[in-house]
């Protein structure tokens, strides 16, 4: 093989996106961001340290994102973002730490294949390695314009 056509490969291998003729704003919105992820936790009580770990794979890019979130209190909120419209959860993993058991699918996120969806996740209960103690609420919507900054920072729509 020449030298050209192995440095071809490597960036294309390296820059998925690399000499498509699709923009990125068609892929994600004007602030960069497609679909996003909110987390509300209610939590009662929770057992040991309980780490999360969210693993999401961006379908139009081909990157991989991710998420890692520490229950420390039991109100709280996170947020995870996709940088297009399409994506998959791939993993979803609840540990309990030190060494207390490990929910695999965790909310029954994973193999979603996710097309122009957003997600809401209510997390309430008490939060152990028994599934029956707490609950999991996930619903989809199909707004894309989630903005970090307050309505009254936010640019107007013409």
Same mark, same amino acid.
């Given at each position: @093989? +020449?030298?050209?056509?192995?440095?071809?490969?490597?960036? @294309?291998?390296?820059?998925?996106?690399?000499?498509?003729?699709?923009? &990125? !704003?068609?892929?994600?919105? +004007?602030?960069?961001?497609?679909? !996003?992820?909110?987390? %509300?936790?209610?939590?009662?009580? %929770?057992?040991?340290?309980?780490?999360?770990?969210?693993?999401?794979?961006?379908?139009?890019?081909?990157?991989?994102?991710? %998420?890692?979130?520490?229950?420390?209190?039991?109100?709280?909120?996170?947020?995870?973002? $996709? %940088?297009?419209?399409?994506?998959?959860?791939?993993? +979803?993993?609840?540990?309990?730490?030190?060494?207390?058991?490990?929910?695999? &699918?965790?909310?029954?996120?994973?193999?979603?294949?996710?097309?122009?969806?957003?997600?809401?996740? $209510?997390?309430?209960?008490?939060? $152990?390695?028994?599934?029956?103690?707490? $609950?999991?609420?996930?619903?989809?919507?199909?707004?894309? &314009?989630?903005?970090?900054?307050?309505? +009254?920072?936010?640019?107007?729509?013409?």
């Amino acid at each position: @093989m +020449s030298k050209k056509l192995i440095f071809s490969l490597i960036i @294309m291998l390296c820059y998925p996106g690399f000499g498509t003729a699709q923009s &990125n !704003t068609a892929l994600t919105g +004007s602030d960069g961001f497609g679909q !996003t992820i909110q987390i %509300y936790t209610h939590f009662s009580a %929770y057992q040991g340290h309980p780490v999360w770990l969210l693993i999401i794979r961006d379908l139009d890019r081909g990157q991989v994102l991710p %998420y890692l979130y520490e229950v420390t209190q039991k109100d709280d909120f996170w947020l995870a973002f $996709t %940088y297009s419209r399409n994506y998959i959860i791939t993993v +979803s993993d609840l540990t309990f730490n030190p060494g207390k058991g490990k929910i695999h &699918n965790f909310c029954r996120l994973e193999n979603r294949n996710l097309h122009g969806e957003s997600l809401y996740i $209510t997390l309430s209960g008490h939060l $152990t390695v028994d599934t029956r103690d707490f $609950t999991c609420q996930v619903s989809r919507y199909q707004d894309g &314009n989630f903005s970090i900054a307050p309505a +009254s920072d936010a640019p107007k729509k013409k």
